[in-house]
């Protein structure tokens, strides 16, 4: 079971059609307290775990890692593209050894980030 963190608390991660589901691992909440820490300023979380109705209603892909409770896409003040450098540098840095891929989604801003699975491209920009 997860537990809330200094900045987070597990409830931010539930899906917010208001289902209840709330299955996040506590990777996910780490990954954004270090992201937090790092950058200074809080973090919102705009999605962390999903059920399959609201997957689909965000136009989120089958068998997303926000459905398995692996993925979150954050925010914050300083903007998409600042949070993903700084996640970015994280990684190159060894402080977020979890993190298996990161997109910034500028138009929309906010980064996902997740733990689901390795891929080859780890960081993906989506301007």
């Known amino acids: 079971m997860a537990k809330n963190t200094k ?3 597990v409830s931010e991660f539930a ?3 208001g289902c209840g589901k709330n299955i996040i691992d506590q990777r996910v909440i780490n990954m954004a307290q270090t992201i937090r820490e790092a950058i200074g300023v809080p973090v919102h979380v705009n999605s962390g775990c999903r ?3 609201r997957n ?3 136009g989120g892909v089958d068998g997303s890692f926000h459905t398995k409770g692996l993925a979150a896409d954050l925010s914050c003040s300083l903007g998409a593209k600042a949070l993903f450098l700084v996640v970015a540098n ?3 840095k060894g402080k977020l050894p979890d993190l298996d ?3 910034w989604y500028g ?3 906010f980064v996902h980030i997740d733990c689901g699975k390795s891929r080859n491209n780890l960081f993906e920009a989506k301007p």
Do not use: R, T
């Open 90 to 92: 994280l990684k190159a």
């Open 107 to 109: 138009k929309k801003d």
């Open 51 to 53: 059920c399959d109705k």
């Open 101 to 103: 891929y990161a997109i």
């Open 7 to 9: 900045n987070f608390s």
């Open 15 to 17: 899906c917010h059609c």
């Open 56 to 58: 689909k209603a965000v």
